[in-house]
Nanobody
Framework: QVQLVESGGGLVQPGGSLRLSCAAS????????IGWFRQAPGKGREAVSC????????RYVDSVKGRFTISRDNAKNTVHLQMNSLKPEDTAVYYC????????????????????WGQGTQVAVSS
């Protein structure tokens, strides 16, 4: 029953902003760590950000630190990724992922630590 659905992707110019959303069902955000990953054509899937289940502490990969912000709305069971000052190198399919075995730990930016995945949403930054 666990399902993650991403939305909010689109085409923006460099320097623009997008707000991605990850709607979770079949799980509670206070029991699962949530991570955002991205994959550009011809490249592997890389971690972007994550938020811990209990403490709400966050991590960011160096390339997005200071530009992206991850947050959660427990009432709506939704996680957001606010992306500002977008660069062409941010172009990728962005995936939301959940981890059932990072409870009571600070989240990790490691792909193999996540066992539920959404379908992805396309982000394109050009011109």
């Amino acid at each position: 029953q666990v399902q993650l659905v991403e939305s909010g992707g689109g085409l923006v110019q460099p320097g623009g902003s997008l707000r991605l959303s990850c709607a979770a069902s079949g799980l509670s955000l206070d029991s699962y760590a949530i991570g955002w990953f991205r994959q550009a054509p011809g490249k592997g899937r890389e971690a972007v950000s994550c938020i811990s289940s209990s403490s709400g502490s966050t991590r960011y990969v160096d390339s997005v630190k200071g530009r992206f912000t991850i947050s959660r709305d427990n009432a709506k069971n939704t996680v957001h990724l606010q992306m500002n000052s977008l660069k062409p190198e941010d172009t990728a399919v962005y995936y939301c992922a959940a981890s059932s075995f990072q409870i009571n730990r600070r989240c990790m930016l490691v792909r193999t630590e996540y066992n539920y995945w959404g379908q992805g949403t396309q982000v394109a930054v050009s011109s």
